[in-house]
């Protein structure tokens, strides 16, 4: 359920429960949450500095990220984010190179001409609502491609990851019964893709995954239908949240968003310090296989714990003058892909396309802002900009 006064609350990636102050603005609450070290909330732990974010992610086999620590509607462990060492590594080996920045460039071309065709769309009118114009549409349509889906399909992504990450339901019994729901949809839907590729191979990931092998055996539908749950979740909202924040942040910062315009090279590095500022996946979730002392406080064994990235990423230990937007920013280790074993196995595409989306914007739109007397609309878990109208002069 989502209302702009009101509160919000998700299953599936965790239950939140805020207002739209402090989902547009949580960098306040960090140095407080940072100064407390670990808080011990009612049913999970906190762990809020650089340093001890990194402990946790470095170290799997204390901080598992297997099925107890996260429920996203799947009846068996999502490859590979909720296979733990050594196994994890062979998938990792496996997806890795699909993922490298050598594959990834070859994308650049079509997401270019995507972009165009969704900015073409709308340049002339002088206004548009982002979410719906660019940030849901791109990364859903890259994902599409890249599995081979038909593009028609594009709706029904859009529920099955809306029914995971925010069910729209009264209560969390109701979303977590409405994310389990789902989740027997998209197997169904994957299941059903993966014969058909067996009968008939295309040029697409699905088809790439059936002839795959590790250690001389091949995958099994059962592992087709984990990866592709994954990439499902993992690939759209998240990029979408990301370009959401990124330009609400730039249309409210003028200064920031002419410096773009008149000197793009800047770009990838706004692309990482605005990642690094807005953080959209705010917390990952573990839990505790061992008891185990972090920043003078135990944390129970089979304790459920968020590693707060959003957090780490404004720690002044780590980031000088962190609360500093800084496209210049040298030695940006931000967490915003998560850290060990586990980092963002989509990062140089999400990289990629956020990277096409500002260009291309500021060098065909003019200075944005937000319509006068509109207010963007943030989502709570996954951080993004569910309803973001901008305007613009046109010639
Ligand atoms: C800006 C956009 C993105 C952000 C901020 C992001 C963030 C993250 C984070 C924080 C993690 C670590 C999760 C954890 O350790 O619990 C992660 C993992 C992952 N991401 Fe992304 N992600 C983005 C885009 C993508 C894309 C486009 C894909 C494409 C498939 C993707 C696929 C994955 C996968 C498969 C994992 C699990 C890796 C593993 O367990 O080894 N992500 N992502």
């Given at each position: 359920m989502s209302d702009a006064e009101g509160t919000q609350e998700m299953a599936g990636f965790g239950q939140f429960s805020i207002d739209q102050e402090t989902a547009a603005n949580p960098q306040?609450?960090?140095p407080m949450m940072r100064e407390m070290g670990i808080l011990p909330m009612e049913d999970m732990t906190i762990i809020?500095?650089?340093?001890?974010?990194?402990?946790?992610?470095?170290?799997?086999?204390?901080?598992?990220s297997n099925m107890d620590a996260i429920d996203i509607?799947?009846?068996?462990?999502?490859?590979?984010?909720?296979?733990?060492?050594?196994?994890?590594?062979?998938?990792?080996?496996?997806?890795?190179?699909?993922?490298?920045?050598?594959?990834?460039?070859?994308?650049?071309?079509?997401?270019?001409?995507?972009?165009?065709?969704?900015?073409?769309?709308?340049?002339?009118?002088?206004?548009?609502?982002?979410?719906?114009?660019?940030?849901?549409?791109?990364?859903?349509?890259v994902f599409l491609r890249l599995m081979g889906l038909p593009l028609e399909d594009l709706d029904l992504f859009l529920r099955?990851?809306?029914?995971?990450?925010?069910?729209?339901?009264?209560?969390?019994?109701e979303g977590r019964a409405l994310a389990r729901a789902t989740g027997q949809e998209i197997y169904a839907y994957f299941e059903q893709v993966i014969s058909e590729r067996r009968e008939r191979p295309q040029d697409d990931l699905i088809t790439g995954f059936i002839g795959a092998e590790i250690d001389g055996e091949r995958l099994t539908t059962e592992d087709i239908l984990d990866i592709s749950y994954l990439f499902l979740l993992a690939g759209l909202d998240t990029v979408t949240a990301s370009l959401g924040c990124a330009v609400a942040y730039l249309a409210a910062h003028p200064d920031r968003q002419a410096a773009l315009r008149s000197d793009p090279s800047l770009i990838p590095a706004a692309v990482e310090e605005l990642l690094r500022w807005e953080t959209p996946v705010p917390g990952i979730l573990r839990v505790a296989t061992e008891a185990v002392e972090l920043a003078g406080a135990t944390i129970p064994a089979g304790r459920s714990v968020t590693c707060l990235l959003a957090s780490a990423n404004t720690d002044g230990a780590e980031f000088a003058d962190p609360e500093t937007v800084d496209f210049e920013r040298s030695g940006n280790r931000h967490l915003a892909f998560g850290a060990g074993?586990?980092?963002?196995?989509?990062?140089?595409?999400?990289?990629?396309?956020?990277?096409?989306?500002?260009?291309?914007?500021?060098?065909?739109?003019?200075?944005?802002?937000?319509?006068?007397?509109?207010?963007?609309i943030f989502t709570a878990g996954i951080r993004g900009v569910e309803y973001l109208p901008l305007v613009w002069e046109t010639a």
């Open positions: 306040q609450f960090y809020t500095r650089h340093e001890d974010v990194m402990w946790a992610l470095r170290h799997p086999e204390v901080f598992s509607g799947n009846v068996r462990p999502l490859i590979p984010l909720q296979i733990d060492p050594p196994d994890h590594v062979k998938f990792r080996r496996l997806l890795d190179p699909l993922f490298a920045p050598r594959e990834i460039e070859k994308l650049e071309g079509a997401v270019r001409a995507l972009v165009t065709e969704l900015i073409d769309t709308f340049i002339d009118q002088g206004t548009c609502e982002f979410n719906s114009a660019v940030a849901i549409p791109l990364p859903c349509t099955f990851k809306d029914g995971i990450i925010r069910p729209p339901a009264a209560d969390l019994a074993v586990h980092r963002c196995l989509g990062s140089h595409l999400a990289r990629v396309e956020m990277r096409v989306a500002l260009e291309e914007l500021h060098r065909r739109v003019p200075q944005y802002e937000v319509q006068p007397g509109e207010t963007p």
